[in-house]
């Protein structure tokens, strides 16, 4: 029979906790967890009665865990994680060929060859089921942390995160941003500078995007504004579409133009200097031990060798970079 004070301890009043520890703002944290600040506020009061001291204060406007807080944070982290542990444990000693495989997509990807990877896998795996969800980077990264998902795939470096620690990645090719434009003053020009790409009315993606942010600082590093767009989408083919049809200039994933070039009307040229940056698997530690990870990591490699996909991907004044190239 569940007491009261089981249902004070249950994952989802712990999970409201850490969100709030992690935020260290009510309305933010309740946003996040998809409840209202009061619902938020009341769990939180809960957990205090039961350990029977304040977990949190605040000095002005701005939320501080207590000394009791501070335990409870990392009591509840070592739950978590010998929770965790003992998952994948489990999941270490599973088939190879069945069970189920959770991927997380940042959803401003080109996903058609992992799309048409999973399709084959499944040919090859029908007991295998694969959970493809696309997320926002802050939901992979709230799944990741709570074991909700087995990979993300995601663009990589990333400054948003601070503990690295149970995490590891997977580089599964390197990407750069190609400049797609409709100037005929840059037609047939393999590379662009940045001072050249200013002038022009522009579309992106959103300004806390990764791609986004990214271009932000390469524009600052080389002392250009960086222009001012007329229109942001979350998606590759949103983009696209918006600039075949308005004739604005944009940025795009080169994963993105080798798959679509045919339907894009702008001509694409890379960015002088280069905007780089690599796709990448991202998992818990140990995660890629797990048999049927494995085989899943191992067999999307040989696909995409198969397929020359990584040899196609990023051209690099006016040439091909291949894995050698690279190494």
């Not at 795996?125 to 990264?141: A, C, G, K, Q, S």
């Not at 942001?232 to 795009?252: C, H, I, K, M």
């Not at 994963?255 to 694409?268: G, L, M, Q, R």
């Not at 890379?270 to 690599?278: K, R, S, V």
């Amino acid at each position: 029979m569940k007491t009261k004070q089981d249902n004070i301890f249950s994952s989802k009043t712990l999970s409201y906790f850490l969100q709030l520890a992690e935020t260290m703002n009510y309305t933010q944290a309740a946003q996040i967890l998809g409840i209202t600040q009061p619902a938020l506020t009341q769990q939180i009061k809960k957990l205090e009665r039961t350990v029977g001291a304040p977990l949190f204060f605040s000095v002005g406007k701005k939320l501080h865990l207590s000394d009791a807080g501070a335990t409870m944070l990392a009591a509840t982290q070592d739950i978590y994680e010998v929770l965790n542990q003992a998952t994948d444990e489990i999941q270490r000693s599973t088939s190879a060929t069945s069970g189920v495989i959770s991927i997380g997509f940042l959803a401003s990807i080109e996903d058609s060859v992992f799309n048409a990877f999973i399709a084959h896998y499944y040919a090859m795996h029908p007991d295998i089921n694969v959970n493809f969800r696309m997320m926002t980077r802050r939901e992979i990264w709230e799944h990741l942390e709570n074991n909700q998902i087995d990979l993300a795939i995601m663009y990589l470096p990333d400054d948003s995160i601070k503990n690295w620690k149970p995490y590891e990645s997977r580089t599964i090719f390197g990407e750069q941003l190609m400049f797609l434009h409709n100037d005929d003053r840059l037609k047939g020009r393999e590379t662009v500078r940045f001072e050249e790409t200013v002038d022009s009315k522009w579309v992106s993606y959103p300004d806390d995007y990764f791609l986004a942010h990214l271009m932000s600082e390469r524009y600052k590093n080389q002392l250009v504004t960086i222009p001012k767009p007329v229109a942001q989408f979350t998606t590759p083919y949103q983009l696209a579409e918006f600039s075949n049809r308005t004739g604005v200039d944009t940025a795009l994933p080169a994963s993105f133009y080798v798959a679509h070039k045919d339907e894009i009307k702008a001509e694409a040229a890379g960015f002088d200097p280069e905007i780089q940056f690599d796709l990448s698997f991202v998992f818990r530690k140990g995660k890629d031990q797990i048999p049927r990870i494995a085989n899943f990591l191992d067999e999307l490699d040989a696909y995409l060798e198969a397929d020359d996909y990584l040899s196609r991907v990023v051209k690099n004044r006016g040439r091909l970079i291949t894995e050698s190239d690279e190494n």
